[in-house]
């Protein structure tokens, strides 16, 4: 039974995709608002069928905003879709898997490219979208975890949030705000996920995508918690490093109060800000 459940909604996902793809494509290729909107109300459906119950904490960032989010997976794409209209920014090996890849460009994703000088495109290409008032989202772990813990995060793509806005701008520089933000896996069937469970469905290390796709519309429903953390900038932090270390440890509190309570969450959040922030050690720049 579950099987041909699993079967019938992942044919519903199918039709449904194939139904809107074209009206994406066509409001990409004019620029047009719906480009924006429409992804919110897809990846709604597609929570729905999978059966992602998502709980918000918080609320998103107005304008242009850099959202700093743990990486569990390819279903962090749709849990986050469903937050506020935004686009994400990925290695450019995502841009060429079959099928997924074609779903991330009809999001407007930014794919980023290793050469470091086509790095620095990129990088523009993120500032001028976020300067357009655009919420784009950003993994800086650089892969994704098992859904218990949360990977040092990497700085380099933080400098995105600072904008040239040119010699005639009153200000040279603007920072736009960096929001951390916290997703946990923390339900299955209405009970609590345990820590052995929960790494069947984040999606990480050498696992193949196909298989794990179906066995989450086999094994739903699935309790998320996504919270919201206040913004910040890189003025405000002091440097972009320090941003960096400051959302990683705003992220990390927010995944163990979600799996663990907020005393839980008080104890690591006092250790990393007021014991002080790791340091970090020299980092090459990151490409991807």
């Known amino acids: 039974m579950a099987t041909l459940r699993a079967a019938w909604l992942i044919f519903i996902f199918l039709f449904v995709t194939l139904l809107l793809a074209p009206v994406q494509v066509i409001a990409v290729r004019l620029d047009l608002g719906l480009a924006r909107r429409l992804p919110k109300a897809y990846h709604r459906g597609v929570c729905r069928l999978i059966g992602l119950k998502v709980s918000l904490v918080g609320a998103p960032a107005s304008g242009g905003v850099l959202m700093a989010a743990n990486h569990l997976g390819w279903m962090d794409i749709p849990i986050l879709s469903t937050v506020a209209?935004?686009?994400f920014v990925a290695k450019q090996e995502v841009g060429a898997w079959a099928f997924f890849g074609t779903l991330a460009r009809l999001q407007r994703t930014i794919f980023i490219r290793r050469e470091r000088a086509k790095a620095a495109e990129d990088r523009d290409t993120i500032r001028r979208r976020l300067a357009a008032g655009e919420a784009l989202?950003?993994?800086?772990?650089?892969?994704?975890?098992d859904g218990n813990r949360v990977f040092p995060f990497k700085s380099s793509l933080f400098s995105a949030a600072e904008l040239d806005l040119g010699e005639d701008a009153e200000h040279h520089l603007r920072h736009v705000p960096v929001?951390?933000?916290?997703i946990a896996y923390v339900g299955l069937h209405g009970m609590p996920m345990g820590r052995e469970t929960r790494p069947f469905f984040a999606w990480y290390g050498d696992m193949e995508l196909v298989p794990h796709f179906?066995?989450?519309f086999w094994m739903?429903?699935?309790d998320v918690v996504v919270e919201l953390h206040t913004p910040l900038t890189i003025a405000e932090a002091g440097d972009r490093k320090r941003l960096a270390a400051i959302v990683e440890a705003t992220v990390r509190a927010g995944v163990i109060r979600a799996?663990?309570?907020?005393?839980a969450a008080a104890e690591i959040r006092n250790e990393e800000?007021?014991?002080?922030?790791?340091?970090?050690?020299?980092?090459a720049e990151e490409t991807a």
């Open 85 to 87: 209209p935004l686009s």
């Open 137 to 145: 989202v950003i993994f800086p772990e650089g892969t994704s975890s």
């Open 179 to 182: 929001q951390p933000v916290s």
């Open 214 to 216: 179906w066995e989450a």
């Open 220 to 222: 739903g429903p699935i």
């Open 259 to 263: 799996l663990h309570g907020p005393k």
């Open 273 to 283: 800000l007021i014991g002080g922030l790791r340091e970090e050690e020299p980092e």
